[in-house]
């Protein structure tokens, strides 16, 4: 995978696109998921701010939170 470079497709993603990131992630560090966000057009980033790579198991409670709010404001697409 680290051969794949998806980013100049990125530009045409019309949809709103959340990019998440842990912190202290050594798989794909918070700068390249920032770079990731940035390639998106209409992109949201977190960083959050206790987490690796389990996000979503690191800080549970805050992830789901932030998922369904990405989803409630962008549900008209």
């Known amino acids: 995978m680290r051969e794949m ?3 100049p497709g990125n ?3 019309t949809v709103p696109v959340l990019v998440i990131a842990g912190k202290y992630d050594w798989i ?3 700068k390249a ?9 209409n992109a949201s980033y977190l960083l959050f701010e206790h987490s ?17 709010d990405f989803v409630s ?3 008209h697409y």
């Open 11 to 13: 530009k045409q993603v």
């Open 73 to 75: 404001q962008h549900h």
């Open 33 to 41: 998921n920032e770079e990731t966000a940035e390639s998106f057009p």
């Open 52 to 68: 690796s790579h389990r996000v979503m198991k690191d800080e549970h409670e805050r992830f789901i939170r932030e998922i369904n």
């Open 28 to 30: 794909t560090p918070p």
């Open 5 to 7: 470079d998806l980013i």
